[in-house]
């Protein structure tokens, strides 16, 4: 069993910088995949980043490529999401995400789920 905590959300202007946490509980989270989805109003959630269990293999959603960086330390059971160039299309509760065999776009695929953080930015 895994529990998974994000932190960080918060309100922000275009342009600015947020970083996101997702702290969790158990001694297995470094064999753990792991991801941030975020869901807007109205809309599908959508995968945003994945790390493998040892942070060597990244995945990106095209949209966030080169402003959003995944990133894991294994030894304090943490995930984080360095979001920088912040849009207002960002606008989003952001989700992290646990998986037991890989990184994967598909949501149905992740066997835990944090309760999520807001993110909104402002134009």
């Known amino acids: 069993q895994v529990q998974l905590v994000e932190s960080g959300g918060g309100l922000v202007q275009a342009g600015g910088s947020l970083r996101l946490s997702c702290a969790a509980s158990g001694r297995t989270f470094s064999r753990y995949a792991m991801a941030w989805f975020r869901q807007a109003p109205g809309k599908e959630r959508e995968f945003v980043a994945g790390i493998n269990y040892s942070g060597d293999s990244t995945h990106y959603t095209d949209s966030v490529k080169g402003r959003f960086t995944i990133s894991r330390d294994n030894a304090k059971n943490t995930v984080y999401l360095r979001m920088n160039s912040l849009k207002p299309d960002d606008t989003a509760v952001y989700y992290c995400?646990?998986?037991?065999?890989?990184?994967?776009?598909?949501?149905?695929?992740?066997?835990?789920w944090g309760q999520g953080t807001q993110v909104t930015v402002s134009s």
């Open positions: 995400a646990a998986d037991r065999l890989r990184i994967t776009t598909n949501a149905d695929g992740y066997d835990y």
